[in-house]
């Protein structure tokens, strides 16, 4: 759902909510609302949005140093605790990005969550401030050319790459003003323990996606006292945001393509596209420079070889479905009509909200002679996707970040849920998510594929065990390794639960 049309469905909450009406509190919400804190209206979200879902708004401080300055809004949806005897309290939920609309995630949601869960919480979703209809940011970009973040580096472009990640800082400053510095990581989770308060409750729990565990975990660092059950499902490395993050994937995607040239050589007599790895690979690059040299027509979609290197990155996660795309793109290349390849482009907001984080959380080289020469050397190290995400960045030229990183170091309890081969947040960042929580316990999906573990089909192994802790607040003894549950849901389909466009493009495709 698009940012105008989120905030299309809101009009009616938006109308109705200042900041100076009654706390309409959840069943069983103890407590009362500070005096600093603006109070909440729930009421219907408009739209064919269903009435068992409400929204409301929260005024919130654009600077939380300056409580008593200016204000921004927080757009907020509850479904409640499906039996009042049984609620525990509230559920934040985050779906990823950074940029993600995660307003009605909770809706998204409700069709997967276990009854257990839905009884014992009031499920609340949130855009976080900047984005859709949270006082949402925009950078003016026209088109999708501009909004295409990860570029393939070449000699030749480099000089036009600078100059638009020159161009998109410049705009994104200009734009925002005294706002962007304030757009970041750490506000957001003020943010959340504001919503905390709002909803008159002493402690909140959490689900956060990708994006949404390094969420999550700086919560967990601001707020120790004030968390109960938190999933950080696929975890950030607080250590690597976000360049080095990115750069993660590329190491991934190098491995998971050798499984994924296995995988298809295994089963040549379904897909017929080589006997041995050697030749599923010989045929991808042969493809990836037939379209380099004459771009492929897919149903209308153009794409050059760094977009099939893109597209096929997150597909080799699903092996059947990227031995299907590697036929369609056989065909396309012998110059057979196939059916539309689907590419997801970003609003103006999504990637205006996406980079105020990336950018204003911690300091990025400022240099374009350092991204030039990762992007060359990991070119020829991971040549599946190396060079595009160490290409040069719009970060590069953004304004020094307001506030130092959050350092991620404590004990507070959390259960952190990880796929083994994850291509946007692979094993070895959910083992550092895991490290730097260390109250925590890790249940890691063995030959578990994809982005995203509960609900997804994954395996049932990690959703019970996820289910328990948000049902009964039980962690593992131990880190526990659970099997990948066998099957087409599990095999043959990108993800089998619901997620969010900008979580797909950016950290979940």
Known sequence: MTALGVAALLAPALLGTGGASALTAGAGSPGAVSAGVSSLTWQ???????????????????????????????????????????????????????????????????????QSVKDRYDLIGFDPRGVGASSPLACGTADADERKTYRPYAKATFAKDVAWARDIADRCRNRNGETLPHITTRNTARDMDLVREALGERKVSYFGLSYGTYLGSVYLQLFPNRADRFVLDSGVDPQRVWRSMAQSWAVQAEATFDRWTQWTARHAARYGLGDTPAEVEKLFW????????????????????????????????????????????????????????????????????????MCGDVRWPTDPAVYRADARRDSVRYPLYGDSVSNIFPCAFWDRPAEAATRIDNKVPALVVQNEWDPQTPLATGLGLRHALKGSRLVTVDEGQGHGVYLRGVSACADDATTEYLTTGRLPAGDVSCAATAGPAAADSRSTGPESAPARLFFGR
């Open 44 to 114: 219907g979200c408009g739209g064919d949005i269903p009435a068992t879902v409400e929204c409301a708004t929260l005024k919130v401080p654009l600077d939380h140093s300056k409580p008593g300055g200016r204000k921004i809004v927080v757009a907020l949806s509850r479904i409640t605790a499906a039996d009042p005897g049984k609620r525990r309290g509230v559920l934040l939920f985050n779906p990823g990005g950074p940029s993600a609309s995660g307003l009605f995630y909770p809706l998204a949601l409700s069709g997967y969550l276990p």
């Open 286 to 357: 042969d493809i990836v420079a037939r379209a380099d040299r004459e771009p492929l027509d897919l149903g209308g979609t153009v794409f050059n070889g760094a977009d099939v290197r893109e597209y096929i990155r997150w597909e080799i996660s699903h092996p059947p479905v990227a031995a299907r795309t590697l036929g369609l793109l056989r065909d396309a290349a012998a110059g057979k009509p196939v059916p539309t390849f689907p590419v997801f482009v970003p609003t103006d907001n999504e990637l205006a909200s996406f980079l105020a984080v």
